[in-house]
């Protein structure tokens, strides 16, 4: 789909728009879309603590659906609904998405600062629902902290929070994540 889309693209940038379009987030996204949270057989605890709504749960959930319509009707029906569900993002980005903690590392190296530093500070909630504490160092830039229901996103928006010292956070590229 990719390579159809954007022919004339280079490999580093039709990779990053390919992890941007598998990742956790773009699996969640379009569970939700599509409603799929209403429909997943959970036990009563996870059920009372909001599993309709976890997006472990929904990716899971839309990975499941891809795969049970590959099994039942071939690659062409997983393929269809891949496309239906996954070009209005693919074709919504004339840029390459590149995320805040790349943005970060792309900016720190460019000005010989070393590579940004990644530490969980600890994370709390129930199982179902934690909430991760995450600090970045940049040498020269300080520290920032962050909070997030997974520590990848967490260690987004620590990123995230170190680039708009830089004044680079709006570089025109998209943040997702």
Same mark, same amino acid.
């Given at each position: ?22 990742? +956790? ?5 379009? /569970? !939700?879309?599509? #409603? @799929?949270?209403?429909?997943?057989? *959970? =036990?009563? $605890? ?56 790349? +943005? ?5 190296? /460019? !000005?010989?600062? #070393? @590579?940004?530093?990644?530490?969980? *500070? =600890?994370? $709390? ?53």
């Amino acid at each position: 789909m990719l390579c159809e889309a954007f022919p004339d693209e280079a490999e580093g940038a039709l990779s990053q728009r390919f992890s941007a379009l598998v990742r +956790r987030e773009a699996l969640e996204g379009v /569970a !939700r879309r599509i #409603g @799929l949270g209403r429909h997943l057989a *959970l =036990g009563r $605890s996870e059920e009372a603590g909001g599993g309709r709504e976890n997006p472990a749960n929904l990716e899971d959930a839309c990975e499941a659906v891809i795969g049970a319509l590959y099994l039942d009707g071939g690659l062409a029906a997983a393929e269809r609904f891949v496309r239906r569900h996954w070009e209005p993002a693919m074709s919504a980005a004339p840029e390459p998405p590149r995320d805040a903690k790349t +943005r970060l590392q792309e900016w720190t190296q /460019a !000005r010989a600062l #070393g @590579l940004p530093a990644y530490r969980t *500070l =600890g994370a $709390s909630g129930p199982a179902h629902a934690p909430v991760f504490e995450i600090e970045a160092e940049v040498a020269g830039l300080g520290r920032a902290h962050a909070s997030g229901a997974t520590k990848r996103a967490a260690e987004q928006e620590a990123a995230a929070a170190l680039l708009a010292r830089t004044g680079a956070a709006g570089s025109g590229a998209e943040d997702d994540g």
